[in-house]
């Protein structure tokens, strides 16, 4: 099992992004993304069900971020828009195969700045 994240990069405030991760192995449950901010524990930011497509967010970005996945390419997407300093910081991808249960497999953070 191996994800690949992509898509991080320097932004303004209220710019928006696309992060990407490309997934290899299959029965996953969800596929998720945490970010850890400078200094900061990870922490979740939104997750996505591999085959019913359902989205949970955290509240410091419902509105503005958006989950997606494409089975047939094994991809999955979060669009960042109206991007905030708050926002800043390493993305990870990370896939789970029960439900409720813990993260097993993560890829390689990519990192999302935001300037003000």
């Known amino acids: 099992v191996q994800l690949q994240a992509s898509g991080g990069g320097l932004v303004q405030t209220g710019d928006s992004l696309r992060l990407s991760c490309e997934v290899s192995g299959g029965g996953f449950y969800s596929v998720g993304w945490f970010r850890r901010a400078p200094g900061m524990d990870r922490t979740f930011v939104a997750t996505?069900?591999?085959?019913?497509?359902?989205?949970y967010y955290a509240d410091s970005v419902k509105s503005r971020f958006t989950i997606s996945r494409d089975t047939a390419k094994k991809t999955q997407y979060l669009q960042m828009t109206n991007l905030k300093p708050s926002d800043t910081g390493v993305y990870y991808c990370?896939?789970?195969?029960?439900?409720?249960?813990?993260?097993?497999?993560w890829g390689r953070g990519t990192l999302v700045t935001v300037s003000s």
């Open positions: 990370a896939a789970t195969r029960t439900m409720g249960g813990p993260y097993d497999f």
């Open positions: 996505i069900t591999w085959n019913a497509g359902t989205t």
